[in-house]
């Protein structure tokens, strides 16, 4: 099991809870984690030198690969090798996982911080301070937004399903 707070990711057993290993790269507040694969990748605020999104690999207590400067990263997802990020830009962001390469960003952005993502078969459900919830399809690359439902009173702070 892994966790953050702050700045650190502790590695827990989950039989003793004991904490086995402590992760140090981030410069600032971690947000988000997702596992992929055997990686675990970290989302948090970055800056001109620091980078929002960090990959693990388990074995090791170093960073192996640094990811999208000035971006301030609240949430991760991935499907089919791209891992889609949401920031305080209002956007869903996209990079594709084989080469590492960024990806244009979902249009039209949220209007507001997005909080959180979750697939749905090949869909994806944004979530947002703006308080609404949008469907993207995961078959197209451009001109994917399905629909935007209003859906909250107060800010979504997160999403999940359990439909894969």
Known sequence: MVTACDKTISLWDLVSLQNVATLKGHKDE?????VWNDMLISGGKGSGTNPSILFWDLRSTSPVEEKEKNQEVFSLATHNGILY???????????????????????????????????????????SRDKNLRLWSLDHPINNLRSTSYAHQDWINVTESTIL
């Open 30 to 34: 971690i947000r988000t984690l997702h």
């Open 85 to 127: 990020y949401g920031n305080r830009n209002h956007q869903v962001r996209r990079l594709d996982l084989s080469n590492m390469e960024s990806l244009a960003p979902f249009e039209p952005p949220h209007f507001d911080v997005v909080t959180s993502l979750s697939i749905v078969r090949d869909n994806l459900v944004s979530g």
